[in-house]
C-alpha cells in the first residue's frame, strides 16, 4: 500500500474542488489549476476531504500513480491558497536583470542581453541581484527558474553567474603556479 497515496487530502475553507469525468479542478484565491486523472486512478471527494485510490492496490505500478496523484493533487491544492516561490541570486560584476511588464532581461555576461517571455501564470519580481518567481503552478515555477538559471550556470572557480538562493556551489581551487626553478 502506498504510504503517501492513502493519506487523505484537507481541502481548507475558500478552495473550491470539482472532479468530473478523470478531471480534477481546483480553484483558489491565488488562480485555478486542473489536471487530467490517469485512468487507472480514481479521485473521490467527502466531507473531510480528497481520497485517491487506485484499482489495483497490490500492482507496482498503480501504487506509484497512487503516490504520484495524490501529491501532484495535494500540490495544487496548497498552490492555489498558499502559492510557490523560487528565488534566484545573481553573482558576478556586472550581472544584472530587469523585469518590466511580461519580459525579463538578463545582462550575465554575454555580448548581447538576454530577453525573457514571462509566463501569464507566474509573477516575476527583481530587487538588486534577487530574482523572485511566484505562481500558483508547482511544475511551471520550478521550469522557469530551471530555464533562468540555465542562462548562465554559476561556475565553480569564482560562483560567477545564476544560482538558487539556498544551492551551495563547491568551488574548486584555481591554477597552481610553481616557483621558477623549483620543478627539476
Do not use: C
Amino acid at each position: 500500500m502506498s504510504r503517501i497515496g492513502k493519506k487523505l487530502i484537507i481541502i481548507p475553507d475558500g478552495v473550491a474542488v470539482n472532479v468530473k469525468d478523470k478531471l480534477i479542478k481546483v480553484k483558489g484565491s491565488l488562480g485555478e489549476l486542473s489536471l487530467a486523472l490517469h485512468p487507472k486512478v480514481s479521485v473521490v471527494q467527502d466531507d473531510s476531504g480528497l481520497k485517491v485510490t487506485v484499482e489495483k492496490e497490490n500492482n507496482k505500478f498503480h501504487r506509484s500513480l497512487w503516490g504520484l496523484y495524490r501529491s501532484l493533487i495535494n500540490n495544487m491544492v496548497m498552490g492555489v491558497t498558499e502559492g510557490f516561490t523560487k528565488t534566484l541570486e545573481i553573482n558576478g560584476v556586472g550581472y544584472k536583470a530587469s523585469a518590466s511588464g511580461k519580459k525579463l532581461l538578463l545582462n550575465v555576461g554575454y555580448s548581447h542581453p538576454i530577453e525573457m517571455e514571462i509566463p501569464k501564470e507566474l509573477e516575476v519580481k527583481v530587487e538588486k541581484n534577487v530574482i523572485t518567481i511566484k505562481g500558483a503552478d508547482k511544475q511551471q515555477v520550478g521550469q522557469f527558474a530551471a530555464v533562468v538559471r540555465s542562462k548562465r550556470e554559476p561556475e565553480p572557480y569564482k560562483g560567477k553567474g545564476i544560482k538558487y538562493v539556498d544551492e551551495i556551489i563547491r568551488r574548486k581551487a584555481g591554477k597552481v603556479v610553481k616557483a621558477v626553478g623549483g620543478g627539476k
